[in-house]
Structure formats: C-alpha cells, structure tokens
C-alpha cells in the first residue's frame, strides 16, 4: 500500500520524486524499491528524513509503536496512519514524546484505504485526531486521492468502513469468480467468460458513478417484464444473495472490532 501511495502521489504531481522520502527498514525490499523506482529517495530510518512536514504510516499494525517512537526526534508535524486496528489513541500517545515542529502535539489522521489503490481506484476514509484541523485533513486528502477517493469519518464507524469497502473487493472478486464459472457452466470457454465477465462489472461499475443513478434505477432499466433478467434477479432473491451481502458486512466490520479491542 505504501508503494502504492507514493507512485500515485508522484504521478498526480503531488510532489517531486526528491521531495518524497520513503523509509525502510529491511535492506532486501530497500533495494527492490530504488530498483524499481529510480529517483526515489529510500533510506533505512525516520533519522534520515528530519524537518519532514507528515510522515504516512504504512506497516503491520505490530510494527506501528516502533514507527511513532522513531518519528519523534524528527520534529513531523503530522501523521497519517493506514495500520489496521491501531487507535487515535494508541498513535497519539506513541508520538507524544516529540511533539511537532513547533513544539506543539503531532497531528494524527486515521485511514482506512482498501487494496484498489494499487490501481489508482481506491476507496478510503479518514477519521481526524484531537490535535488535526482541516489543514491536516486536507493533507491527508490529497495523499489518498492520488490513489482514489476518500470519504470523512469518526473513528467509531472506521470499522464499518472496514467492513464494507475495506473487505469489500474480495466480495466482488468472488461474484467475478462465480459469474466466470457460470458461464463456463452454460457453454462458455473460460477465456470469454472471463472477458465478458470482468467488463460487465467494469461497466457497471462505471455506470453507476457516471451517471448517479441509484443502483435500484438502473437494475430496473436492464429487467424487462417476464425476461431473462428478471428470471435471473429471481434466482437471486431465492438464494439469498442480498441478505448474504448484508451479513457479509457486519460479520466483517464485527470482527474489525474485535481486532481493534485486541490491539
């Protein structure tokens, strides 16, 4: 998610290549990132990068504490955390030993991005901290819409957030995994029904953000009375599969809560 945040950062022109400075740790991925990425700056420490206005936390939720305890002999202003589960709270208090470049608390924005934005189409909430402003949040911002679009929250409903785009894609990819398998089932070859499956969701996708209409508008644009559409959604119904979706989202923004009091 890092990698990906920092090519769409330099992509959109957010900044320039020497104005980002990437941080890691492990000397392996270190130079798999400065091979691949020539011009970028990748260093092995916080230390190296003293005087940086924000700082965007992107690693396991274990290593987040040794992150914020680097961070503060470095005098960042802000911070923007994309670790699952790790509170405001936890991030504040972990960055409180320095404190920002003027003296004052760090600014903590949450995130909670979803794995898209390795496409440039994420989908991402934001949830501000005791000490962020509109400034930081607008940092924060324009960070993730170089990947995507990005909503604001209160921390309380980040774990809805989690639940619905941030587990999100695996539901669509498992319904492209059975719409290709149904249309192998009646006759298809693998290849088209992959094609054909992958660009109906594509475009329905792109339908429903370009032209605003409520998905219950555009269904029944495409259902004629007694057609082969309505036989379809028919099927649907019976099985269950909306009642399915729901449940999927609160089983997966109730384990969210979970992990989030275990942490």
Request: net charge negative; proline share 4%.
């Amino acid at each position: 998610m890092g990698e990906a945040l920092v090519g769409g950062l330099l992509r959109a022109g957010w900044a320039p290549a020497g104005g980002v400075v990437v941080v890691e740790t492990d000397a392996a991925r270190r130079g798999e990132l400065a091979s691949a990425h020539p011009g970028w700056r990748v260093v092995d420490g916080a230390a190296a990068a003293p005087g940086a206005e924000g700082a965007v936390i992107a690693v396991k939720p274990a290593d987040v504490e040794a992150v914020c305890t680097a961070l503060t002999g470095t005098g960042v202003r802000r911070v923007l955390s994309l670790a699952a589960g790790v509170t405001l709270g936890s991030l504040e208090a972990w960055l409180a030993g320095g404190g920002g470049a003027g003296g004052g608390p760090v600014a903590v924005v949450r995130a909670m991005p979803n794995t898209a934005a390795l496409v440039g189409s994420g989908a991402a909430a934001i949830a501000p901290g005791s000490a962020a402003g509109e400034e930081d949040l607008a940092w924060a911002e324009g960070i993730l819409e170089a990947v995507g679009t990005v909503v604001r929250v209160t921390e309380r409903v980040l774990d809805a957030v989690t639940g619905l785009s941030g587990s999100g894609p695996a539901y669509v990819f498992l319904v492209a995994e059975a719409l290709i398998d149904a249309g192998v089932l009646v006759g298809l070859t693998r290849p088209v029904a992959r094609q054909l499956a992958l660009q109906t969701l594509l475009g329905s996708a792109r339908m429903l953000v370009e032209t605003g209409d409520e998905p219950a508008t555009l269904r029944a644009m495409v259902t004629s009375p007694g057609g082969t559409t309505a036989a379809g959604l028919r099927a649907l119904e019976a099985a269950g599969v909306r009642a399915a979706v729901l449940e999927a989202v609160v089983a997966a923004t109730e384990r969210s809560r979970q992990l989030g009091g275990a942490g």
